[in-house]
């Protein structure tokens, strides 16, 4: 067992499934791993598991109401909060995961977890059926978009009889889990990057011709994606913004997903507050057509067709007006002049870096593993040779971190 939550304060939440029976086994295996923990349960969680053992486990007594004046004056609420490095729900139920995606403080478990700045991961646990509901689904994804961590849950035989997702996350594979992610965060903690926002856009674009077919072009959004995982890597709370067919990203990573050049644009700017650095890898569609048809274009007499074509916003452009992100970088996929293109593009947009290939070589860029970069700022320029594209995001990741740790001492 490696024992790297050591000095760690967790606090855990215990909310009325099934599976807190299994708590008192999670306590001591977070104790063994060097973790101080305190429980925190919910008033049903005491249908299914005694607040005595989970005491007896941990050490410290168990808390399970906002109203109680000996417990509030021994730890008050807000100290209790404050006490805790992370917040971990385990089992959490259908109930307290809509409770906490709606913001609601009506318990002492949901009030800590709205009054405490401490990362929190929750393990849901309930009837498959319940798991699978989209009512469910959309809370996840609502805590998920919020910074809480969703580990688990199982698939398997469960409790009622039924099989299939919302087994509760075994207590070892629980503690494995925290402890990755507490050796993930002691890793980048003196990074520059470290809780930094990083947005990313990645992928094409899809413009409408008529609801059948579409403009685009031949960007996987691998590329984006590597340097929004090298980010995340790196520290960085990294948000993604997907155009069509870009595959899902590894790691805690908010994901938004558009089709179109404008929903790109009003997704970034919705997300854009508090963004530190922004990396504009998507491959946006500079035109789309003036009035998509409502139905599908027949095939007509005539040789030749036209359409009028009218201009999508400039995301990165915008992104650099509004001067919020202290970095912005940019892509630039050019066929001729690339390095003299690129650089005209980056003083035109004010961008803070732009990174260019050349896509008029096959063997990458485009649909490729593989990718060959210059990155222009400022103060020089970077070439970085053929290699993959996850080795170049390394190493971008690792310039735009200097950039970005440049910008905060000017
Ligand atoms: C025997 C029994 C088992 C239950 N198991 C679960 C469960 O595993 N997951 C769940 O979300 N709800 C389960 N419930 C329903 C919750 O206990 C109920 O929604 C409750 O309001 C949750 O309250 P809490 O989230 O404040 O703890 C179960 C109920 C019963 C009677």
């Given at each position: 067992m490696m024992s790297d939550l050591s000095e760690q304060h967790i606090l855990l939440g215990i909310s009325?499934?099934?599976?807190?029976?299994k708590t008192p086994i999670l306590v001591r295996r977070l104790v063994e791993a060097g973790a101080r923990v305190q429980v925190v349960m919910t008033a049903n969680a005491h249908k299914f598991v005694t607040a005595t053992s989970l005491q007896a486990v941990s050490g410290f007594p168990v808390r399970d109401n906002l109203w109680d004046p000996a417990a509030e004056a021994s730890m008050g609420h807000i100290e209790l909060a404050r006490w805790a490095d992370q917040i971990l729900i385990a089992p959490a139920s259908a109930s307290v995961i809509a409770r906490l995606a709606n913001g609601d403080a009506s318990d002492l478990l949901s009030t800590l977890c709205l009054a405490s700045p401490a990362p929190i991961s929750i393990a849901p646990a309930m009837n498959q059926q319940m798991f699978q509901h989209p009512a469910v689904q959309r809370n996840l994804a609502t805590l998920r978009g919020d910074g809480c961590r969703i580990i688990g849950p199982d698939s398997g035989d469960q409790a009622c009889g039924d099989q299939g997702p919302?087994?509760?996350?075994?207590p070892e594979d629980l503690v494995m889990a925290l402890t990755q992610q507490q050796l993930a965060t002691d890793a980048t903690?003196?990074?520059?990057?470290?809780g930094r926002k990083v947005m990313v856009t990645t992928g094409p674009t899809r413009e409408a011709i008529d609801p059948v077919r579409y403009i685009s072009n031949h960007s996987s959004g691998l590329q984006g994606l590597a340097i929004a995982e090298a980010a995340r890597r790196a520290g960085a709370n990294v948000i993604v913004i997907a155009g069509p067919g870009v595959p899902e990203a590894h790691g805690d990573i908010q994901r938004v997903d558009i089709t179109t050049a404008q929903q790109m644009h009003d997704e970034v700017h919705a997300h854009?507050?508090?963004?530190?650095v922004f990396i504009g890898v998507a491959a946006v569609a500079d035109y789309r057509p003036a009035n998509a048809a409502a139905q599908k274009i027949k095939r007509h007499k005539q040789d030749e067709m036209q359409f009028t074509l009218v201009q999508n916003p400039d995301i990165i452009g915008s992104v650099a007006q509004t001067g919020r992100a202290k970095v912005v970088v940019g892509f630039a996929a050019e066929t001729n002049d690339t390095l003299q293109n690129a650089r005209d593009k980056r003083t035109r947009k004010g961008l803070d870096a732009i990174v260019v290939n050349d896509?008029?070589?096959?063997?990458?860029?485009?649909?490729?593993?593989d990718n060959a970069v210059t990155l222009i700022h400022q103060q020089g320029e970077v070439e970085f040779a053929r290699q993959p594209k996850t080795a170049i995001a390394e190493k971008l990741v690792a310039q735009i971190t200097d950039l970005f740790a440049a910008s905060l001492v000017h």
């Open positions: 009325g499934g099934i599976a807190a029976y919302g087994r509760m996350t075994e903690s003196n990074t520059p990057l470290h854009l507050a508090n963004t530190d896509v008029s070589d096959h063997s990458i860029g485009f649909n490729n593993s």
